[in-house]
């Protein structure tokens, strides 16, 4: 398994910008694609966006596509979530999660590994 832990959560305004990171703990985070869900308070974790291994594929939910960018660097074992015009249906707790085998990148049940998650809160 690897360990994950997101950072880069906190109180924005509308309109605003952030840039999450979740950093993998181990030497072999580049063998795991990558994704990033969200769960607002009442709701289920969704699927936001995720990476393959070698960063040369991505997919995004429909609902955050043109707003949202994911990225990886694994020489520094780091997956990002750049995220712009930020709108208070945005604000949840997001996680990053790495996935080991071949399977749908949309659905939680294929991912083997989750980080603790980190707040965003967008103010209107």
């Known amino acids: 398994q690897v360990q994950l832990a997101e950072s880069g959560g906190g109180l924005v305004q509308t309109g605003a910008s952030l840039r999450l990171s979740c950093t993998g703990s181990g030497r072999a985070f580049s063998t795991y694609a990558m994704g990033w869900f969200r769960q607002a308070p009442g709701k289920e974790r969704e699927f936001v966006a995720a990476?393959?291994?070698?960063?040369?594929?991505?997919y995004y939910a429909d609902s955050v596509k043109g707003r949202f960018t994911i990225s990886r660097d694994n020489a520094k074992n780091t997956v990002y979530l750049q995220i712009r015009r930020l709108n208070p249906e945005d604000t949840a707790v997001y996680y990053c999660?790495?996935?080991?085998?071949?399977?749908?990148?949309?659905?939680?049940?294929?991912?083997?590994?989750w980080g603790q998650g980190t707040q965003v809160t967008v103010s209107s």
């Open positions: 999660a790495g996935k080991r085998r071949v399977g749908d990148y949309r659905l939680r049940g294929n991912y083997d590994d």
């Open positions: 990476i393959v291994t070698s960063g040369f594929y991505t």
